[in-house]
């Protein structure tokens, strides 16, 4: 037996955002419930907003959700990835260390585009995965301007479409399209194009801020809830399909040591980070404790923000590594190859760590 359910459910949203640089996508993102940001590419830092620290690589960012997941919808409302077309990016830079390629098209035939969209389609999972836990997701892009050309009309035309996914085998822009409850498009109104008195210079006049939330040749976008086609850049506009979720409700803040205050003693918007993992008896015995100011600073950063979000030693990491046969013991990490340090210890982050869990579990006590 199977049980029938009926009427609408609530649950959190996901959200895409997307339109020219400056036109306030962040500012926009910042008015959602209890936000807290993962800012991809440093956009965010003369915004008063919770964030995270910018991600080096694309192990830690999907660690870095993984983090918000567990947060859960009493401590965060929203997760605000700021934008999505740079971690797009960070996508396939993991994507080529991962087969020992320079640039996405030196697979051939097409075939690195299809490993990014099945990496990036396992990211957007995760972000589902945050949803189902009542945490609103709120993706940011800038757009850009293509030529399209219908098939079955003549001529083709300018549109605004995300600016994912440059070339044509990619498909991440598909992907987030589909993955999203509701798309906006947000861009400048023009009210009017003027010309000199020859007729033939034109410039436009006007200027304000809206927000498209359907379909158009000229653009993309859509949306489940009725909304107008056009409305004023306004989060207000907005703010009704996202209050009767769980995640609007009145949560508790972050200090920035990572612990919970209750929200009537904390200030509306905080910085974050994210509390490190409390070393295990045995890695404490063995050596001291990582202290992030120890880690040579000429480590890259994408392996060194890894070590530090996981107390990891320069010394495990070594060891790990000749135990595998890569390096000597007693070679620096700075002289590993850099090809082997993104391709192997930050690609492969996971299984590298769980190496080092059980080599501290092998380490005897004193």
């Known amino acids: ?65 993984q983090w918000v997941k567990q947060q859960g919808p009493a401590q965060i409302g929203t997760l605000v990835i700021d934008t999505i077309d740079w971690a797009e990016m960070l996508c396939n830079e993991a994507v080529c260390a991962q087969h020992n390629k320079k640039g996405i098209e030196d697979f051939g035939y097409g075939k690195g585009y299809v490993f990014a969209a099945e990496e990036f389609g396992r990211f957007l999972n995760m972000l589902s995965d945050v949803i189902e836990t009542g945490i609103h997701v709120v993706l940011t892009a800038h757009s850009q301007i293509v030529k399209f050309e219908q098939p079955d009309e003549m001529g083709a035309y300018d549109r605004y479409q995300l600016k994912l996914g440059a070339k044509t085998g990619s498909r991440t822009a598909a992907l987030v399209k589909e993955w999203a409850d509701i798309v906006l498009f947000l861009n400048y109104k023009t009210f009017s194009v003027a010309t000199d008195e020859s007729g033939k210079k034109h ?27 056009e409305l004023p850049l306004d989060y207000a506009h907005i703010a009704h399909i996202f209050s009767s979720s769980p995640a609007s409700a009145a949560p508790a803040q972050f200090s920035p040591q990572g612990q919970t205050v209750p929200a009537s003693n904390a200030t509306p918007m905080q ?9 295990t008896p045995a890695q404490s015995a063995a050596t001291p404790a990582a202290d992030p100011f120890e880690i040579n600073p000429d480590i890259p950063a994408s392996l060194r923000d890894l070590m530090i979000r996981h107390q990891v030693t320069e010394w495990e990491i070594q060891h790990v590594v000749a135990k595998r046969g890569y390096y000597p013991a007693d070679t620096p990490i700075i002289n590993y190859d850099p090809g082997f340090i993104e391709g192997v210890l930050v690609a492969a982050w996971p299984k590298v760590f769980a190496m080092i869990e059980e080599m501290r579990k092998e380490v005897p006590f004193n």
Request: charged share 25%; net charge positive; glycine share 8%.
């Open 1 to 65: 037996m199977f049980e029938i359910i009926s009427g609408k459910i609530q649950k959190a949203k996901k959200v895409v955002l997307y339109g020219p640089e400056g036109i306030g996508k962040s500012s926009l993102a910042a008015r959602f419930p209890n936000p807290i940001f993962i800012d991809t590419e440093g956009s965010t830092t003369e915004m008063d907003v919770r964030r995270l620290k910018k991600p080096t690589s694309w192990e830690m960012l999907k660690q870095q959700v």
């Open 203 to 229: 410039k436009a006049q006007g200027g304000a801020r809206v927000m498209y939330t359907t379909h158009h040749p000229a653009w993309d976008a859509k949306n489940r809830h009725g909304l107008p086609d």
């Open 271 to 279: 910085s974050v980070t994210e509390p490190a993992p409390a070393p």
